[in-house]
Each structure stands twice: as structure tokens, then as C-alpha cells.
């Protein structure tokens, strides 16, 4: 159990539409990093957050955006939902900025757009 | 280019037999992380082992063992006796000292048969 959680498990959204992703980080771990997994690929870096304020991106469009609140949760939203949205999307929490502290990961959240 | 390869896609043993998972990686930090994680069907990933760039010692955790080669670039990872619990998809992950993200291999899938 690594104490971070996500909510849903599963969704199924059309395309066009608006999706949002919860996580629960463990506690003390200032660190929420979001990650998009495709069927039978490794997870690829979306963005991350340290104490609220976006540290990072990956190769992400804009409409992928997250929000970090201080009492350890977050968000990824991702709006005009596409096709090529399916995926696993995870959440890691990490204690330190950046990457060189350990990013624990959530189930996930399992994204079906038709 | 791919900053971390893992060229075995998928590997089928025999309980009890030992197996190697390659991992090899390309950065040129002179700092940077290393990571395994296990992926079980549920989909939650599971930290294995973190070792930086400095520390090339090799590590036996159990069944586990990581043979860590700055010379070769790569942090290959061995299960001795396999055990049917063991069936996974497992990937290698690198951080780099001065980024926020964890670069994830493809994923090595791996099934033990009884």
C-alpha cells in the first residue's frame, strides 16, 4: 500500500467531453506528478505539482490541465476529450521537487473514451 | 531517442527458473536515478529499488537483484526461483538531476508459469 489513492477506478466519457481525475497523495509528501499509461506502453509524463504551482510539463496540449490543493489531493482535467485520451491515467506523490525522490504511485484511473 | 530501452517485450519461464530483465538507459547528467517498478494486473505500480548514478553497487533484496553498469549504461534486474507471483509487467525508469520527470521503458511482461 503506498497511501496514495484515485478516484474513479473507471470512466467512460464521449469525445468532446470534459473528464476530471482525483488523487490523494500520502500525507507529507508536498510532490503530485500525473503520468498517461496507453495499452502496452510505459507511463508518459503529463505534468507535475509541488506545494500548488505547476513544476514541469511533458508533451501534453493545454487542454490537460491540474490543480494541487494543500491538503495533499489534486486534479488532472483534460477537456475536448479525443479518442487517443484512452488510457491509465496514474498520480505518484513524491516528498521532494523535482524527480530525484521516489514517486509513488496510485491504481490509477482507467479513462475509456468512445 | 528512447532514454530508456527495455528490449525484451515479453519473457515466459518455468517456476523456479531465474530471469533477467534488461534495462538500458541514455542521460548525459552525470546525476541521475534509477528505477524499477512492477506493474501487476491491477495496475498499480509498485516501487522495487532506487539507486543513483553514484552507487554502482550491486543489491540482493530476496529473491531480487540488480547488477547496476555505468560502463554499459544499464541496470539489468534478476528474480531467482521464480514463483508464479511474480507474473508482471516490469519497467525501468530514469530521473535526471536537473528534471521533474521519471523517463519509463516500454515494459518488460513477464509470466511465470506453474
Known amino acids: 500500500e503506498t497511501g496514495v489513492t484515485q478516484s474513479p477506478t473507471h470512466l467512460i466519457k464521449t469525445r468532446g467531453q470534459q473528464v476530471t481525475l482525483r488523487c490523494s497523495s500520502q500525507?507529507?509528501?508536498?510532490?503530485v506528478s500525473w503520468y498517461q499509461q496507453a495499452l502496452g506502453q510505459g507511463p508518459q509524463f503529463i505534468f507535475q505539482?509541488?506545494?500548488?504551482?505547476?513544476?514541469g510539463r511533458g508533451n501534453f496540449p493545454p487542454r490537460f490541465s491540474g490543480l494541487q490543493f494543500p491538503n495533499y489531493s489534486s486534479e488532472l482535467n483534460v477537456n475536448a476529450l479525443e479518442l487517443d485520451d484512452s488510457a491509465l491515467y496514474l498520480c505518484?506523490?513524491?516528498?521532494?521537487?523535482?524527480?530525484?525522490?521516489?514517486?509513488?504511485f496510485g491504481p490509477g484511473t482507467r479513462l475509456t473514451v468512445l | 531517442a528512447q532514454k530508456v530501452t527495455q528490449a525484451q517485450t515479453e519473457i515466459s519461464v518455468v517456476e523456479k527458473e531465474d530471469v533477467t530483465l534488461d534495462c538500458v538507459y541514455e542521460?548525459?547528467?552525470?546525476?541521475?536515478?534509477l528505477f524499477w517498478y512492477k506493474q501487476p494486473p491491477s495496475g498499480e505500480l509498485v516501487f522495487l529499488i532506487r539507486?543513483?548514478?553514484?552507487?554502482?553497487q550491486n543489491e540482493i533484496s530476496g529473491r531480487y537483484s540488480w547488477n547496476f553498469q555505468k560502463s554499459t549504461s544499464s541496470f539489468n534486474f534478476t528474480i531467482t526461483a521464480s514463483q508464479v507471483v511474480d507474473s508482471a509487467v516490469y519497467f525501468c525508469?530514469?530521473?535526471?538531476?536537473?528534471?521533474?520527470?521519471?523517463?519509463f521503458g516500454t515494459g518488460t511482461s513477464l509470466t511465470v508459469i506453474p
Open positions: 505539482y509541488y506545494r500548488e504551482e505547476e513544476n
Open positions: 505518484a506523490s513524491s516528498f521532494e521537487w523535482g524527480s530525484t525522490d521516489t514517486q509513488y
Open positions: 525508469a530514469l530521473s535526471e538531476g536537473t528534471g521533474n520527470q521519471f523517463y
Open positions: 542521460t548525459r547528467d552525470t546525476t541521475y536515478y
Open positions: 500525507s507529507g509528501h508536498n510532490t
Open positions: 539507486r543513483n548514478s553514484f552507487d554502482e
